[in-house]
């Protein structure tokens, strides 16, 4: 769960010495409720941070998940997946494939793009790379974090922390 992939979706610094993972289910209220704490964290510290995202679709109990992975990634291939991320975590409660689409809109990604490579096969294989790794690092629930490669046992949906966290290296 450590090492940096291609393709991976990120935000902060790359020459950060703080590296944190989420896998993260698109959802999953646990991971609704870690993206505005996320958010604060890059805001505050992102010169100190770099932050991935990678899809962890919990499928059997969130029937939107993969859509809304396989939504974000499209959008990713125009270079739109954070807006996706922020939009789809914002309105999470409203999840459809109709909405999805009102969503690629709203952002302003190429539909008839959008509409394609939310078919491809790349896309799909890109989301269960993401969580046959999640699976390998020991990831079983969302949000999963880990920092520098390893599991954050200690997230209690509070700021303090994920603070706590990247200050402990």
């Known amino acids: 769960g450590n090492s940096c992939h291609a393709g991976d979706h990120h935000l902060g610094n790359i020459n950060a010495a703080t590296i944190m993972v989420e896998y993260g289910d698109f959802q999953c209220p646990h991971c609704r409720r870690a993206y505005p704490l996320i958010k604060r964290l890059l805001k505050e510290k992102g010169e ?97 974090f880990f920092v520098n490669g390893v599991l954050l046992q200690t997230y209690d949906e509070s700021y303090q922390s994920l603070l706590d966290a990247i200050g402990r290296r």
């Open 48 to 144: 100190e941070l770099y932050f991935v995202f990678r899809n962890f679709p919990l499928s059997k109990i969130h029937p939107m998940a993969f859509s809304a992975a396989i939504g974000a990634e499209a959008a990713g291939r125009q270079g739109k997946f954070w807006k996706m991320y922020d939009l789809i975590f914002e309105n999470q409660n409203k999840l459809t494939a109709h909405f999805m689409m009102l969503m690629a809109k709203e952002i302003g990604v190429d539909v008839a793009q959008f509409e394609a490579d939310s078919q491809s096969v790349e896309i799909r294989e890109k989301i269960e790379r993401d969580f046959n790794g999640g699976i390998l690092s020991g990831v079983n629930k969302t949000p999963s």
